[in-house]
């Protein structure tokens, strides 16, 4: 068998359902997209914990202040999930992170926004979270045997953040006026991002991830997924969606919605987001101040670190 007819093969098999596992044989190019795919979803997994980690301390209560800090452990937790799949597709877990905190790699455009209020801890647990389920949903189905199974826990566990979020918002939008509106501010400030969440509108048959079944839904399918969810609970709660555009055609069945400005996107995730600087930082001085106990782990010296 000749070297293309192994890759058609492997093509059809996977698009017929077949599962991968980390001593298959698969073609160079879905390893280095898969890899690429997984390392993103690591880095923002670890990325994420950022956002919502200066509010432990100025959390209202706590209980609110013990249920971000587990929700935060859970979000490190999947990160190192997701980067031992990374590692056994060939990448060392050590590059991984050298690559993150010095901007070579990438991390999910939310992660690169300021927190500026109680209500972001709520809008990004409720509303954030909701649009990564329904990307991590998805991915229960691709076609890389760990990277399902893991999804499998980072699911259940997601779905407990969102709750989370869900409490907060509830609590702030059944409060005072200043509560309210705090929460309606937070939303219209995170409207934007989550817009952008699943990325342009890439027409299926182009999307080489989704010709691989490392992904299982196209972006705008999952867009319309979150707006056909959450725009009528935002509603439900008194509250305004900040998009004097987005309707739902019944006959047609689809949301439409203001395309967002998709350079910005490509802009914000290359590290120019308005809070990125501050993160990569702060992950970068973690990073080097830890040096230290993964040296003792590993048996390294410091002197040969």
């Excluded at 867009?223 to 709660?237: A, C, G, H, K, S």
């Excluded at 290359?270 to 702060?282: I, N, T, Y």
Aim: glycine fraction near 6%.
């Amino acid at each position: 068998m000749s070297d293309d007819d192994r890759v058609e093969e492997f093509k059809q098999y996977v698009r017929g359902g077949g599962t991968i596992e980390p001593t298959d044989w698969m073609p160079d190019e879905y390893r280095q997209r898969l890899l690429r795919f997984v390392e993103m979803h690591a880095n923002s997994e670890i990325m994420g914990a950022l956002p919502e980690r200066d509010w432990i301390l100025r959390a209202p209560s706590l209980k609110r202040k013990l249920v971000l800090t587990a929700k935060i452990q859970d979000e490190v937790g999947h990160a190192q999930l997701l980067y031992r799949i990374a590692e056994d597709l060939g990448k060392p877990r050590e590059q991984m992170f050298d690559d993150l905190v010095n901007g070579r790699t990438k991390f999910h455009n939310v992660f690169h926004y300021p927190t500026k209020t109680w209500a972001d801890a709520g809008v990004i647990g409720w509303l954030v979270d909701a649009a990564a389920i329904l990307s991590q949903s998805a991915l229960l189905r691709t076609s890389y045997g760990p990277y399902a199974r893991t999804m499998k826990r980072v699911c259940w566990e997601e779905a407990f953040h969102l709750k989370q979020g869900e409490d907060i918002c509830l609590t702030l939008a059944g409060g005072s006026e200043l509560q309210r509106s705090m929460l309606q501010e937070a939303i219209n400030r995170w409207w934007e991002p989550l817009m952008m969440f699943h990325g342009p509108p890439t027409p299926p048959e182009t999307d080489a991830d989704l010709a691989w079944r490392i992904k299982t839904k196209p972006n705008d399918e999952l867009r319309q997924e979150f707006l056909d969810r959450y725009v009528p609970q935002i509603r439900e709660m008194g509250l305004t969606v900040p998009d004097p555009i987005v309707q739902k055609d019944p006959a047609a069945g689809r949301w439409a919605y203001s395309e967002p400005d998709w350079s910005k996107l490509y802009a914000v995730v290359s590290g120019s987001g308005p809070a990125s600087a501050q993160r990569l930082g702060f992950r970068r001085l973690s990073y080097e101040e830890g040096a230290w106990v993964r040296n003792a782990l590993t048996g390294r010296s410091l002197a040969a670190a």
